[in-house]
């Protein structure tokens, strides 16, 4: 079997929006990414990065995505944060009018809250420890 290839630390995840304007305004006011300059590409989108994550998102521009609307299903892509303070971020979610969908971590017993971005992607946060912290312990039984 050949090597396996060397990469680096995580760069981007790209999601599409049929609407950059409303999606760069939901990331930026609720939760904290900041604009960074984008090449000058064919297409419509935004460059968004948080310093508390250290990767960018990349909005892509595409009238034919279609947004999903079964907004009950948590088994599907999405992206994952960890939440400093989750109550206050169910707060915030709350203000904002943006539902979420409660839940538990399994064997960890961690507290999640899932909810769609204004293009029904999804997104959640979790109260869990750091990757590498979370990987040195094992769950609870």
């Known amino acids: 079997m050949p090597d396996a290839i060397a990469v680096g630390r995580f760069n981007h995840a790209a999601l599409n929006?049929?609407?950059?304007?409303?999606?760069?305004a939901f990331y930026t006011s609720l939760l904290g990414f900041h604009e960074v300059a984008r090449p000058?590409?064919?297409?419509?989108?935004?460059?968004?990065?948080?310093?508390?994550?250290?990767?960018?998102?990349?909005?892509?521009h595409d009238d034919r995505f279609d947004p999903i609307t079964d907004r009950e299903n948590r088994r599907r892509s999405h992206l994952a944060f960890r939440a400093h303070d989750i109550d206050r971020a169910r707060e915030l979610l709350a203000a904002h009018g943006v539902p979420t969908i409660e839940g538990r971590l399994p064997d960890y017993g961690?507290?999640?809250l899932f909810f769609h971005d204004p293009d029904g992607n999804l997104l959640e946060l979790g109260e869990w420890p750091d990757v590498e912290e979370m990987m040195s312990h094992s769950p609870a039984g």
């Open 110 to 112: 961690y507290r999640q």
């Open 17 to 24: 929006t049929t609407n950059v304007a409303a999606s760069v």
């Open 40 to 60: 000058s590409f064919s297409f419509a989108g935004s460059w968004l990065y948080s310093e508390g994550l250290g990767m960018m998102l990349h909005l892509i």
